[in-house]
């Protein structure tokens, strides 16, 4: 579902991410970890059309980011660590404005909307304007904008930040849902045991380049995920 073939990005001289190359199959969670600075967003933001880059290629269900973004982002969705909504306008309004965009049909939306904000306790907030919406309210309203076209591949960066423990349980359990159905999912988190319990896969990224990739179970072998973090990190 997502192919990612020797990437890299540079800023000025320095190799934000360097030759990251990484497979994601239908129905897999894949964990991205790294410290802060380590090339996380920047290889997010390239696999979303965001970024260009300066080597390598992407590709979403078989269509190149590179070659074809619109129809690439067509099969994809992004949930960023803060989500910069229109504030001047409702709920109801950005997710009717997001379907659009998507070519969602009238019973589609509502269905998915209906049942999407029934699920994260939102449905009695959509009529009112996003400038008054909390963090989380944002949050929550990003991910059912980012489900309603039903992607094929759902990358997010950081998409409990900000979440109520109620919340992210919720998002847990759509994305396992997701999964089931044949997408798959890409996300960053310095949730470590989050990431352990949830996820099919997991990416080191260190200084842009990619350490360690593999099964969870392979990767963090008869240890934790946390140790074996601490242990790359902690190489020269």
Do not use: W
């Amino acid at each position: 579902m997502l192919k990612i073939e020797h990437l890299t990005k540079c800023y000025g001289t320095k190799k934000a991410v360097d030759d990251l190359s990484l497979h994601i199959a239908p129905g897999e969670i894949c964990a991205f970890i790294g410290h802060n600075g380590a090339g996380k967003t920047t290889a997010i933001k390239s696999v979303c059309g965001i970024l260009q880059f300066d080597a390598g290629e992407i590709f979403v269900d078989g269509i190149s980011i590179k070659e074809d973004p619109l129809a690439a982002k067509k099969k994809l969705a992004y949930i960023p660590d803060n989500p910069d909504l229109y504030d001047f306008m409702t709920g109801i309004g950005y997710l009717n404005f997001v379907a659009d965009v998507f070519g969602v049909d009238a019973a589609a939306r509502d269905e998915r909307i209906h049942r999407f904000a029934d699920m994260l306790s939102l449905t009695g907030d959509l009529a009112q304007p996003i400038s008054a919406y909390s963090h989380g309210m944002k949050q929550k309203l990003a991910i059912i904008g980012a489900l309603i076209h039903t992607p094929r591949l759902i990358v997010m960066d950081e998409p409990f930040v900000g979440l109520d423990p109620k919340a992210a349980h919720l998002l847990k359990e759509l994305m396992r849902e997701m999964c089931r159905e044949g997408a798959a999912i890409f996300f960053s988190t310095h949730v470590l045991e989050t990431a352990e319990t949830l996820c099919d896969k997991v990416a080191i990224i260190k200084g842009g380049k990619l350490i360690r990739a593999g099964a969870m179970d392979e990767v963090k072998g008869d240890t934790s995920l946390e140790n074996v973090f601490l242990e790359l990190e902690g190489e020269q």
